[in-house]
């Protein structure tokens, strides 16, 4: 099938080269010349793990293509997914001029029938919109889809090719069909493709988001409650996590969730409540939460060292907002470096990919506090006062503690992925805070 793909970030590459592997001829397109640029040349603007290979095999095949030319990827295409951005207004609602500018675009081109599938994350009634745009702008032919992405960043090769569920809205025998052909390849696991209608398909996705984000800030307070009760949080978590009715994923404590799914979809899923009168109290109450949780470690430095950090560097590992990723949207990094240098601390940061990504963040990049090791972990600790761990990267689960002491000038662990044994920590000499353990 010719399928075409505007959008070439995260969800629009991972998705072309996901077709394109499965005997699809596929089109990506960008407005960015740089990102098609680096692509035509054999790079990858994204760190992926799995990506660049299959990038690279589906070029060399002729069956994926990049292009400026948004254009000709609409005349080319039979499906067109729309996998651009949908950020968030000052207000928290989703900035939608993009994937709307997309349907214009689509409908002023189109020169025959064409299946319009919206893979962006948008409201739910969005899908109404393009379908609007379009029937104004064309006589010809066409159906309106909603295909929400549900991949992990770190894990979306697998997720696109091996999915638990696809969700797809639809209104019409022909767009079912259709979808139906672009992923029955996917399906031969068994796992369902559940068709529905497409104001449901838009909500799935932004309910999902929700509670999953719902469930890392109920366990970030209950690490709260922990630490005032001396309870331990990864005690209660298996506890928990036990109950089938519960189930063990996404009940690990640490310093709050980034990236650019939970926290824009958290508050377009709220703004679109209070767009129907519904204050979406939980909601609030998550975002709440998370926002607490990112300043959490910078406060357990002030408990230790005192409100003045002026003279004291401090280490900080992990920079991305979860590993195997560069992404750093909403990373907890960005607040507790703030955080720390607004303090009068020094900070010497590390992380193992997001290192490009994270100096382009004002916050870090642009802060003169603040000094991006590109080399090592362990050199990120040279002469430092005290050891934060902000993202749960591999690399650092399992640390010399006799080179670490040997590196730092001061002695004390702010773990804040909960990572660490605690007596191994402490028996090594350093004092250990971590989150929700004693």
Same mark, same amino acid.
């Given at each position: 099938?010719?399928?075409?793909? /505007?959008?070439?970030?995260?969800?629009?590459?991972?998705?072309?080269?996901?077709?394109?592997?499965?005997?699809?001829?596929?089109?990506?397109?960008?407005?960015?010349?740089? %990102?098609?640029?680096?692509? #035509?040349?054999?790079?990858?603007?994204?760190?992926?793990p799995g990506l660049d290979g299959m990038v690279l095999r589906n070029r060399e095949k002729g069956r994926l293509r990049f292009t400026t030319d948004i254009?000709?990827?609409?005349?080319?295409?039979?499906?067109?997914? /729309?996998?651009?951005?949908?950020?968030?207004?000052?207000?928290?609602?989703?900035?939608?001029?993009?994937?709307?500018?997309?349907?214009?675009?689509?409908?002023?081109?189109?020169?025959?029938?064409?299946?319009?599938?919206?893979?962006? @994350?948008?409201?739910?009634?969005?899908?109404?919109?393009?379908?609007?745009?379009?029937?104004?702008?064309?006589?010809?032919?066409?159906?309106?889809?909603?295909?929400?992405?549900?991949?992990?960043?770190?894990?979306?090769?697998?997720?696109?090719?091996?999915?638990?569920?696809?969700?797809?809205?639809?209104?019409?025998?022909?767009?079912?069909?259709?979808?139906?052909?672009?992923?029955?390849?996917?399906?031969?696991?068994? #796992?369902?493709?559940?068709?529905?209608?497409?104001?449901?398909?838009?909500?799935? %996705?932004?309910?999902?988001?929700?509670?999953?984000?719902?469930? /890392?800030?109920?366990?970030?307070?209950?690490?709260?409650?922990?630490?005032?009760?001396?309870?331990?949080?990864?005690?209660?978590?298996?506890?928990?996590?036990?109950?089938?009715?519960?189930?063990? %994923?996404?009940?690990?404590?640490?310093?709050?969730?980034?990236?650019?799914?939970?926290?824009?979809?958290?508050?377009?899923?709220?703004?679109?409540?209070?767009?129907?009168?519904?204050?979406?109290?939980?909601?609030?109450?998550?975002?709440?939460?998370?926002?607490?949780?990112?300043?959490?470690?910078?406060?357990?430095?002030?408990?230790?060292?005192?409100?003045?950090?002026?003279?004291?560097?401090?280490?900080?590992?992990?920079?991305?907002? %979860?590993?195997? @990723?560069?992404?750093?949207?909403?990373?907890?990094?960005?607040?507790?470096?703030?955080?720390?240098?607004?303090?009068?601390?020094?900070v010497s940061a590390y992380d193992p990919v997001a290192l490009t990504t994270a100096a382009r963040v004002p916050e870090i990049g642009g802060n003169r506090g603040c000094t991006i090791v590109t080399t090592c972990a362990e050199d990120a600790?040279?002469?430092?006062?005290?050891?934060?761990?902000?993202?749960?990267?591999?690399?650092?689960?399992?640390?010399?503690?006799?080179?670490?002491?040997?590196?730092?000038?001061?002695?004390?662990?702010?773990?804040?992925?909960?990572?660490?044994?605690?007596?191994?920590?402490?028996?090594?000499?350093?004092?250990?805070?971590?989150?929700?353990?004693?």
């Amino acid at each position: 099938m010719k399928v075409g793909v /505007i959008g070439t970030g995260y969800v629009g590459l991972v998705l072309g080269a996901g077709l394109a592997e499965t005997g699809n001829h596929v089109i990506c397109g960008d407005i960015d010349a740089e %990102k098609i640029r680096i692509l #035509n040349e054999g790079g990858i603007p994204i760190w992926e793990p799995g990506l660049d290979g299959m990038v690279l095999r589906n070029r060399e095949k002729g069956r994926l293509r990049f292009t400026t030319d948004i254009q000709g990827l609409v005349r080319d295409s039979t499906v067109v997914f /729309i996998a651009v951005g949908t950020p968030p207004q000052e207000d928290g609602s989703a900035d939608l001029h993009h994937v709307l500018g997309c349907a214009q675009t689509i409908a002023t081109t189109m020169d025959g029938y064409r299946l319009i599938v919206v893979k962006s @994350t948008v409201p739910v009634g969005t899908c109404d919109k393009v379908r609007d745009i379009v029937a104004a702008n064309t006589t010809h032919p066409f159906d309106i889809a909603s295909n929400p992405e549900f991949l992990k960043e770190g894990d979306a090769i697998q997720d696109m090719m091996k999915p638990d569920r696809i969700v797809c809205g639809v209104d019409s025998p022909r767009a079912r069909e259709l979808l139906e052909d672009v992923y029955q390849t996917f399906m031969r696991t068994g #796992n369902p493709i559940l068709f529905m209608d497409v104001k449901s398909s838009e909500m799935t %996705k932004y309910a999902s988001n929700a509670m999953l984000a719902t469930r /890392i800030s109920f366990m970030n307070e209950m690490a709260a409650l922990c630490d005032s009760l001396g309870a331990d949080i990864d005690c209660v978590r298996r506890g928990m996590g036990a109950d089938p009715r519960i189930g063990s %994923k996404f009940l690990f404590a640490g310093v709050g969730y980034g990236g650019s799914c939970f926290p824009k979809d958290v508050k377009a899923l709220a703004s679109t409540g209070r767009e129907c009168g519904l204050p979406m109290k939980v909601l609030n109450a998550v975002e709440e939460v998370n926002a607490a949780q990112k300043r959490l470690l910078v406060e357990k430095v002030v408990g230790h060292f005192g409100p003045d950090l002026s003279g004291l560097k401090l280490a900080v590992w992990g920079l991305a907002f %979860k590993p195997n @990723t560069d992404d750093m949207r909403e990373a907890p990094s960005i607040e507790v470096i703030s955080g720390l240098t607004e303090l009068g601390a020094t900070v010497s940061a590390y992380d193992p990919v997001a290192l490009t990504t994270a100096a382009r963040v004002p916050e870090i990049g642009g802060n003169r506090g603040c000094t991006i090791v590109t080399t090592c972990a362990e050199d990120a600790l040279d002469g430092a006062d005290a050891l934060l761990l902000v993202t749960e990267w591999g690399e650092f689960r399992n640390p010399d503690f006799d080179e670490l002491k040997r590196r730092m000038k001061g002695n004390v662990i702010f773990d804040g992925r909960n990572i660490f044994d605690s007596c191994r920590v402490r028996d090594a000499g350093f004092r250990y805070y971590s989150i929700g353990r004693p």
